[in-house]
């Protein structure tokens, strides 16, 4: 890979060792991050929004509610720690969700029907 | 699979419109740009809180100061959502802000303005907010996933401050002689910095446009920038202000505004560290974290003591 950017754009300003440099190592005094999730109101799932670093649940909790829900986004918050979610490897994607590409006769338009029955 | 076969197939993603997710594979330097320009985005909105923090305490009324309050506290949330996105691609919070400190990355260069009088504060909403949504909007749609998911939610919270920084100038715009001047005085000194903002010109790039091939960027600084200008040139009328360029003027061949020569010296000075602000604005982000340190000490330790606890409990 040769071609590296150097245009400068708006918010991106290119520059020897820019910020772009990757250390992934967490620091002890970095508090853990934790995923959002919020109820955008009764009767609907909970739905990831974003994450945020807290020092515990309840402050997560807090944070959230002032960074995800200032205008009425939520009733209800969830919070789990970053490190507890397990995630399928997108390299695996083939395996986990090709076998159901060919199966069409889960869905229900697989089947005609009379038009009598047409709201089947 | 050999390095050029991912490459084809990233590649290929983003022809199709498809979005690279954090455990996607991807270039080093896509995953560089990204950290880069995420970052500098995150610091921009932090440290865009100084010069308008600098009037809540003086806000003319208690309207105007509840409004103000609800936008920092805004760029706040938008510096949030923008760490957390760069995260994603595996570098720590901690460093990130080091990086800031320390002068390694960038903020924009117009937060290193002053705000002089009331006026910047709408100033500022309708210029150089309004500049930023022209990128931000465009962004909605940039390729890597989580920036592209946090720039929707900011561009829905941003098109209030834009608002009510034109509704502020608009009062002022019709109010005594003396705020009408200073109406014009703060639209005078923030127009050419706020066309700043969009970056040297396209031909002043001589590299072939990697960020636009990988679709992180999807419109030139100059095509953003004339937007810009033709869209504040017919605002500005209903204020009844004036822009301070003398080479304005409709070109009815292009259909675009034309205008007068960016003062380029200053751009590249303000961005070395030479800005009238540049000093104070980074000391105030530093002092900032270093007094929040026994905040953060103290949280985590009380964290960990209830841990302890309840695993006596449950023991």
Redesign the interface.
């Known amino acids: 890979?040769s071609?590296?950017?150097?245009?400068?754009?708006?918010?991106?300003?290119?520059?020897e060792?820019?910020?772009?440099?990757?250390?992934?190592?967490?620091?002890k005094?970095?508090?853990p991050?934790w995923e959002v999730f919020i109820r955008s109101k009764q009767g609907l799932d909970h739905k990831h929004v974003?994450?945020?670093?807290a020092?515990?649940a309840p402050?997560a909790i807090e944070n959230a509610r002032?960074?995800y829900t200032?205008?009425m986004e939520g009733v209800s918050i969830w919070v789990v720690e970053s490190k507890y979610i397990s995630?399928s490897?997108?390299?695996e994607a083939g395996e986990l969700y090709e076998p159901a590409v060919d199966k069409i006769y889960r869905h229900p338009t697989f089947y005609n029907l009379p038009d009598e029955v047409n709201h089947m | 699979m050999p390095v050029q076969n991912f490459e084809k197939i990233f590649q290929e993603k983003i022809d199709n419109e498809i979005k690279i997710e954090p455990k996607d594979w991807m270039p080093d330097a896509y995953r560089k740009t990204n950290i880069r320009q995420i970052s500098q985005h995150a610091h921009s909105e932090i440290v865009g809180m100084l010069p308008e923090g600098n009037w809540i305490s003086r806000a003319p009324s208690l309207k105007r100061k509840a409004i103000l309050l609800a936008k920092v506290q805004d760029e706040a949330g938008h510096g949030l959502y923008l760490y957390s996105a760069c995260e994603t691609l595996g570098i720590s919070r901690e460093e990130t802000i080091n990086d800031l400190h320390s002068g390694k990355a960038k903020y924009s260069s117009i937060f290193n303005y002053p705000t002089l009088t009331w006026a910047d504060i709408g100033a500022i909403g309708w210029l150089v907010d309004g500049a930023a949504i022209m990128n931000q909007v465009m962004l909605t749609r940039t390729s890597y996933g989580p920036y592209a998911r946090a720039m929707v939610r900011i561009c829905k919270e941003e098109s209030f401050h834009q608002r009510q920084g034109f509704e502020s100038l608009l009062v002022l715009s019709k109010g005594t002689k003396e705020q009408r001047e200073m109406c014009q005085d703060a639209i005078n000194r923030w127009w050419w910095p706020a066309l700043m903002m969009f970056g040297p010109k396209d031909s002043e790039s001589t590299n072939s446009d990697q960020g636009m091939k990988w679709k992180i960027k999807r419109k030139s600084n100059d095509e953003l920038r004339q937007n810009f200008i033709d869209m504040i040139t017919e605002q500005v009328k209903v204020l009844g202000m004036t822009l301070p360029d003398d080479k304005l003027k409709w070109n009815e061949e292009r259909k675009h505004y034309d205008f007068g020569e960016i003062n380029w010296d200053e751009f590249w000075n303000v961005v070395k560290g030479n800005g009238p602000c540049n000093k104070q604005r980074l000391q105030a982000r530093k002092d900032a974290w270093d007094k929040g340190t026994w905040v953060r000490e103290a949280a985590a330790a009380h964290a960990e003591k209830r841990k302890s606890k309840s695993n006596q409990q449950a023991a």
């Open positions: 890979m071609n590296y950017i150097k245009k400068f754009y708006y918010g991106d300003i290119p520059e060792k820019g910020g772009g440099n990757i250390v992934s190592a967490q620091t005094n970095d508090w991050l974003g994450s945020l670093h020092a515990d402050m002032d960074v200032r205008r995630a490897n997108p390299e």
